[in-house]
T-cell receptor, first 121, second 109 residues
Framework: GAGVSQSPRYKVAKRGQDVALRCDPISGHVSLFWYQQALGQGPEFLTYFQNEAQLDKSGLPSDRFFAERPEGSVSTLKIQRTQQEDSAVYLC???????????????????FGSGTQLSVL | KNEVEQSPQNLTAQEGEFITINCSYSVGISALHWLQQHPGGGIVSLFMLSSGKKKHGRLIATINIQEKHSSLHITASHPRDSAVYICAVKFINGQNFVFGPGTRLSVLP
């Protein structure tokens, strides 16, 4: 696609409900990042994929958060038993390494989706 | 600890003013991004730096690796520049990007 696509754009959930947030990165992008952005704050890292491998999930706030990217393209962030503190904008970003330099390179340009605004009531 | 700080937190300017937003970080980095986030959440990457200086239109970004500091300058500011500007870095010892808290810029006509 032309850009990183996230769905849904808005999600309202009742406390305790499970939610699934989808990210469609730019086709061919190897790296995929999930971030959580609370109101008035900068994005906070959640997890990182290199193709289908989840290389870093240190930012996931609890075991209620789970992310996958089974075929190395679309990614889903799942939040189980949602709590009010989970309310935030969830941002997805993807990047493509410069050819010939391997996957982890110094000059990755980041492309962001519009985010999913999650409100837990 | 890998940290990113920005200053000022909030900035109000009159149209036409020269604006500087600063970013400092704690340890060595491999890349630094300046991002623009408009109300509604969309984030656009403005610059990606690993050294020196870049210019695009009225925007200029500089980085001083030794001082662990980067600046974003906006010349002849315009109300449409009003947004949150975020510095994001990739530390040498990490794989993901760490974001600063952002600088909220309001340019008044």
């Amino acid at each position: 696609g032309a850009g990183v696509s996230q769905s849904p754009r808005y999600k309202v959930a009742k406390r305790g409900q499970d939610v699934a947030l989808r990210c469609d990165p730019i086709s061919g992008h190897v790296s995929l990042f999930w971030y959580q952005q609370a109101l008035g704050q900068g994005p906070e890292f959640l997890t990182y994929f290199q193709n289908e491998a989840q290389l870093d999930k240190s930012g996931l706030p609890s075991d209620r958060f789970f992310a996958e990217r089974p075929e190395g393209s679309v990614s889903t962030l799942k939040i189980q038993r949602t709590q009010q503190e989970d309310s935030a904008v969830y941002l997805c970003a993807s990047s493509l390494p410069r050819p010939g330099q391997g996957v982890l390179v110094t000059n990755e340009k980041l492309f962001f989706g519009s985010g999913t605004q999650l409100s837990v009531l | 600890k890998n940290e990113v700080e920005q200053s000022p937190q909030n900035l109000t300017a009159q149209e036409g003013e020269f604006i500087t937003i600063n970013c400092s970080y704690s340890v060595g980095i491999s890349a630094l991004h300046w991002l623009q986030q408009h109300p509604g959440g969309g984030i656009v990457s403005l610059f990606m730096l690993s050294s020196g200086k870049k210019k695009h239109g009225r925007l200029i970004a500089t980085i001083n690796i030794q001082e662990k500091h980067s600046s974003l300058h906006i010349t002849a500011s315009h109300p449409r520049d009003s947004a949150v500007y975020i510095c994001a870095v990739k530390f040498i010892n990490g794989q993901n990007f760490v974001f600063g808290p952002g600088t909220r810029l309001s340019v008044l006509p």
